[in-house]
């Protein structure tokens, strides 16, 4: 699960929004999730700039950035070819 950085990002920021790992020790880490509130799917890019672990080359990145424009791209990917 992800929670949202507190980063300034949007619009306004010209940033795209930062993404964390949840901590898995928090009590609210494994909780019930309301099916209302999922999102079905995104595009997530790996923040390589900021591995967990530095030392180790394989280490997960601790950030990961939702891109907001890659809706946009398939959107109009199949508009072109279902015309």
């Known amino acids: 699960w992800f929670w949202r950085d507190s980063s300034p990002a ?11 790992f949840f901590n898995e020790d928090s009590p609210d880490a494994y909780g019930f999730l309301d099916p209302d ?7 997530l890019i790996p923040g390589f700039a900021f591995p967990i672990d530095p030392e180790d080359l ?26």
């Open 10 to 20: 949007g619009w306004a920021a010209k940033r795209l929004h930062r993404l964390e």
């Open 58 to 83: 394989n280490s997960d990145s601790q950030f990961h950035y939702l891109n907001m424009y890659a809706l946009n791209f398939f959107i109009m990917t199949i508009l072109i070819l279902t015309n």
């Open 37 to 43: 509130s999922v999102i079905q799917g995104v595009h």
